[in-house]
């Protein structure tokens, strides 16, 4: 049971959302992702870690419908990710690195704007607008333009536009990237929330702190995955105090390696 937030949900291990058999992307003679295995059960909170040029974001990229692999069996939310992309994307939220989104727009024309792109029915998206800035305690901000906000209630918008047409899969890369960690904490008991509610969630982070909030973690290094299980259960495998000593014995296995 995870001691920071308790409530986490139990696994349903029987369904998958995402599936990776031998999963390889190669970009001429460089292999970004080097015969990766490995699956999420539906409502799983999932890690997916690795040092920056370790191959998520190409991974994330796959499985999100917006690169071809090179080869493996792959399918998301129970669709191929060689022939039915569009069907996948129609099943996902992605939040991404990088704030994602409209600056210049308000945050109600952001919620319109995306509710639009996820085929949301205008009541609909009115509705779920209202839902989302009541949980947030912010519903005096709709007219306000996203710009003039501070970047911890924008990375929350982020979040909640990313979800407001209840998908399958959110994909969140690297979320709480230069947040206070006061904020940190509030984003996470939002993922919390959405998995409770059913939701699979693949997260990415630099901070290995995160990871203990996780139910599986996987760590990548140079385009493999090196390790995958519970934090508690790598942290005993690596002999750990922390994750963050999980990843660092992993990163100097491999500097050792190539040399």
Request: proline share 3%; hydrophobic share 40%; with cysteine.
């Amino acid at each position: 049971m995870n001691k920071v937030f308790p409530d986490i949900p139990a696994l349903n291990t029987s369904e998958f959302a995402i599936e990776a058999e031998e999963m390889v992307k190669k970009f001429g003679s460089f292999v970004a992702n080097d015969h990766l295995n490995f699956s999420v059960s539906r409502g799983e909170i999932f890690g997916f870690l690795g040092a920056n040029g370790a191959g998520k974001t190409t991974a994330i990229r796959i499985l999100c419908g917006l690169s071809k692999p090179t080869s493996g069996k792959i399918r998301v939310a129970g669709y191929d990710v060689f022939t039915q992309t569009e069907k996948i994307k129609k099943r996902i939220g992605y939040m991404s690195q990088r704030f994602s989104l409209y600056e210049d727009l308000t945050v109600s024309e952001n919620f319109r704007f995306y509710g639009a792109i996820y085929g949301m029915r205008r009541a609909n998206i009115k509705e779920k607008t209202r839902e989302m800035l009541n949980r947030l305690g912010i519903t005096e901000l709709e007219n306000t333009v996203i710009a003039s906000l501070p970047l911890g209630i924008r990375q929350k918008l982020a979040f909640s536009v990313a979800i407001m047409h209840t998908p399958e899969i959110v994909f969140l890369d690297e979320p709480t990237g230069g947040v206070d960690p006061i904020t940190r904490r509030q984003f996470w008991e939002m993922i919390y929330e959405a998995a409770a509610s059913g939701i699979t969630v693949f997260v990415t982070t630099h901070y290995m702190d995160e990871a203990e909030y996780c139910n599986r973690v996987s760590i990548m290094v140079d385009g493999k995955i090196e390790a995958l299980d519970t934090p508690a259960n790598l942290k005993m495998q690596y002999d750990a105090a922390s994750m963050n000593d999980v990843f660092l014995k992993l990163a100097r296995r491999s500097v050792k390696s190539e040399k």
